[in-house]
């Protein structure tokens, strides 16, 4: 899967830090500049881990990536010469 490239900036200083190893611990939203709760985990870019969004993020982050899935599928398709309009029988 190539890149991710999305407008949301990640501050994975934020990211989670469980040097203990306990079950519970804090994670807040790992976007630049918010200080929410980081209700959501999801995976994160390739190579990151888990990040942590909040319900705002989290909405702008999935809209982003489906944004980027639908671009690669566009892509694909036309390298595949599917773009074109299909060709009728004679009948």
């Not at 407008?7 to 200080?35: R, T």
């Amino acid at each position: 899967m190539p890149e991710l490239k999305q407008n949301l900036k990640l501050d994975f200083s934020k990211a989670p830090k469980d040097p203990e190893g306990k079950a519970h611990f804090e994670h807040w939203c790992m976007a630049e500049g918010c200080h929410c709760w980081g209700d959501f985990g999801l995976a994160g870019p390739k190579g990151k881990g888990r990040i942590y969004l909040c319900a705002a993020h989290r909405a702008q982050w999935l809209t982003e990536l489906e944004e980027q899935k639908q671009k690669e599928r566009a892509e694909r398709a036309h390298l595949a010469g599917k773009d074109e309009p299909e060709q009728g029988g004679l009948f």
